[in-house]
């Protein structure tokens, strides 16, 4: 069973294949708590109910789309994502797992709250995509003053784990994005860089903070600059330009 916040057809906003139509399936729960999380229906207040693999396979069979997104909260935290990506992918469908490269094994990482049982981390998962859309975290998402100081540890103990980015990008086609709010977090992702290994500059794409249109636009008045002096892919959230910041797109 997966806990599945919403499932929705709309049009992806971010990263390569922006304007493609797309169908959108958006798990819930989180082992990160990044602080301007804007889905925290599905992070830090899960919500929606338990499905079945073959109750989300409905779903999609039901949709035309030939492009499908797992996505979250932090899809790669369930023990059962390895088996529903490979039924997506067996029905000829194109897959981008969205993830923020925290996770690689099986088990509960880390979706309970304090006080409740313990990470278990017992074998790697065996999943297979057509993209992975990796989303490292930086110092900027730690919820310092929005959570308590339990969840602040443990955010900014899980959210750097290089390794585990690079191993998915060893696994085939991959993006990396990362959401920056100041110059000091592009120089955050020049330094995270120098770290990983294996990436290419044209999969580098930076993001701007924001959930609205005025938001997005006083970001891209100097990340553009930057994204072009540094050789980097600037990614605007179209997503919020079409529709606005709500659920369903």
Known sequence: MIRIAEIFESVQGEGMLTGTPSLFIRTSGCNLRCWFCDTRYASWEPEGPQQSIEDILEQVDRSRIAHVVLTGG?????????????????????????????????????????????????????????????????????????????????????????????????????????????????????????????????????????????ELQLQLSWLANWCRSHDLRLCDRQHIHWFGNRRGT
């Open 74 to 214: 932090e899809p790669m935290i369930f023990e059962e994502i390895g088996e529903l990506c490979a039924a997506i992918r067996a029905r000829g469908k194109h897959l981008t797992i969205e993830t923020a490269g925290t996770v690689e094994t099986t088990g509960t990482i880390g979706v309970a709250p304090a006080g409740e049982k313990p990470d278990t981390r017992d074998s790697v998962q065996q999943v297979d995509c057509d993209l992975w859309s990796i989303s490292p975290k930086l110092s900027n998402s730690t919820p310092i003053g929005y959570a308590e100081d339990t969840w602040v540890r443990r955010h900014d103990a899980r959210r750097y784990t290089p390794h585990i980015v690079e191993s998915l990008i060893a696994r085939g086609e991959y993006q990396l994005k990362f959401v920056v709010g100041s110059i000091l977090d592009a120089e955050e992702v020049l330094e995270y860089l120098k770290r990983l290994r294996g990436w290419a500059p044209e999969r580098v794409m930076l993001m701007p903070r924001g959930t609205t249109h005025e």
